[in-house]
């Protein structure tokens, strides 16, 4: 399995913590990389680039002083999440940050990765790009990144239309890199699947929306645990772009989701000029994918992770694992 050298040694469990608009700050991001998943947030999810930076700081100290408190546990590299979609007025900015601060891995979505990719690759880091078809695994490959995460249908987010089964098999036919898988991931059991279809981790965002690190409403996570699959929404109505969302926070905004009219292949991404007076997408109207039906409680990220550990392991049905035991 084609895992990079960054993360060999590192993770507990061939699992990314996925970057999650308004919901993944430092707090998040650094229970999963203590418990051995990579986490990773939005560069934008700090209110500005000064932000950025104090984040970046605090998140590089607190890792490394417990690697060192640490030695022997799986303490993964953390990483950022960089949109970069022409609207975004923050790229430029935020990625000089990003090489400034030679952040190990990042991730790069709705837009072309070539310049990030180029500026990465320059101080060493990596760069996985997020694709919703085969076509943009092409694209990506062809900008040099080092993983493709494939969005498939189900998934929290801008998430795509696709199979898992279809869209692994197609990738892997010309790609024998990295594949981080996402979609409905939401179990240890679920994270062995993708290993077993030809993924190389698991990539999973709305698992962590209900837990305490988690930067959303107590309501909004509350919401993920009393919901199922058949209460999200898939729709390109909110932000341009189709994504999933709860019904329930759709009704609460007032809207009925029948009246919603499908914007697809808009040239602007919303949530970057969303528009005066009407209810936004992620902050009034709440993302999550069809993972939801088997989230329970709300808990400590590494609570989470633990369980998904132990449900990892039964599923692999004993097989030694090349990953750390915490
Ligand atoms: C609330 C929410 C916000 C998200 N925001 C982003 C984002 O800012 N950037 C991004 O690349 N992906 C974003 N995603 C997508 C995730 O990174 C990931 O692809 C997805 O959550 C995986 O599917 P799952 O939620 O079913 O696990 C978001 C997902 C959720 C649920």
């Known amino acids: 399995?084609?895992?990079?050298?960054?993360?060999?040694?590192?993770?507990?469990?061939?699992?990314?913590?996925?970057?999650?608009?308004?919901?993944?700050?430092?707090?998040?991001?650094?229970?999963?990389?203590?418990?051995?998943?990579?986490?990773?947030?939005?560069?934008?999810?700090?209110?500005?680039?000064?932000?950025?930076?104090?984040?970046?700081?605090?998140?590089?100290?607190?890792?490394e002083a417990f690697r060192a408190a640490?030695?022997?546990?799986?303490?993964?590299?953390?990483?950022?999440?960089?949109?970069?979609?022409?609207?975004?007025?923050?790229?430029?900015?935020?990625?000089?940050?990003?090489?400034?601060?030679?952040?190990?891995?990042?991730?790069?979505?709705?837009?072309?990765?070539?310049?990030?990719?180029?500026?990465?690759?320059?101080?060493?880091?990596?760069?996985f790009h997020d694709v919703t078809t085969v076509k943009y695994a092409h694209k990506a490959i062809?900008?040099?990144?080092?993983?493709?995460?494939?969005?498939?249908?189900?998934?929290?987010?801008?998430?795509?239309?696709?199979?898992?089964?279809?869209?692994?098999?197609?990738?892997?036919?010309f790609w024998s890199g990295p594949i981080a898988l996402a979609g409905a991931i939401s179990s240890g059991r679920a994270i062995r699947a993708a290993e077993v279809l030809g993924a190389d981790f698991a990539y999973l965002g709305t698992r962590f929306l209900a837990t305490t690190e988690a930067h959303v409403p107590d309501s909004y996570k509350r919401m993920i645990v009393d919901h199922a699959a058949a209460d999200i929404l898939y729709t390109s109505a909110f932000s341009g772009v189709p994504g999933n969302y709860l019904r329930p926070s759709i009704a609460a905004s007032g809207i009925d989701a029948e009246t919603l009219v499908e914007t697809p292949g808009k040239p602007?991404?919303?949530?970057?000029?969303?528009?005066?007076?009407?209810?936004?997408?992620?902050?009034?109207?709440?993302?999550?994918?069809h993972g939801i039906g088997t989230i329970h409680e709300i808990r400590s990220a590494s609570e989470v992770i633990t369980d998904l550990r132990k449900e990892y392991?039964?599923?692999?049905?004993?097989q030694p694992s090349e990953f750390i035991q915490p």
Request: with cysteine; charged share 15%; aromatic share 6%.
């Open 1 to 63: 399995m084609p895992i990079p050298e960054l993360f060999h040694g590192r993770l507990t469990l061939p699992v990314i913590g996925a970057p999650m608009f308004l919901a993944s700050g430092p707090e998040l991001v650094m229970a999963q990389c203590k418990a051995g998943v990579p986490g990773v947030f939005p560069s934008v999810n700090a209110r500005s680039p000064g932000m950025l930076e104090e984040w970046l700081v605090r998140i590089e100290r607190e890792l």
């Open 268 to 289: 602007a991404l919303k949530m970057f000029a969303p528009e005066a007076n009407q209810p936004k997408a992620w902050k009034d109207i709440w993302s999550a994918g």
């Open 70 to 127: 640490h030695p022997d546990a799986g303490v993964a590299p953390f990483g950022v999440n960089l949109i970069v979609h022409s609207t975004n007025p923050r790229l430029p900015e935020d990625l000089a940050l990003v090489v400034k601060h030679r952040v190990p891995f990042m991730v790069t979505s709705v837009g072309k990765p070539a310049e990030a990719v180029r500026a990465v690759h320059a101080y060493g880091g990596i760069v």
């Open 142 to 173: 062809e900008a040099g990144v080092d993983g493709l995460i494939l969005v498939c249908a189900g998934a929290g987010g801008h998430a795509g239309t696709l199979s898992p089964f279809a869209f692994v098999a197609e990738v892997r036919e």
């Open 313 to 318: 392991q039964e599923a692999s049905g004993g």
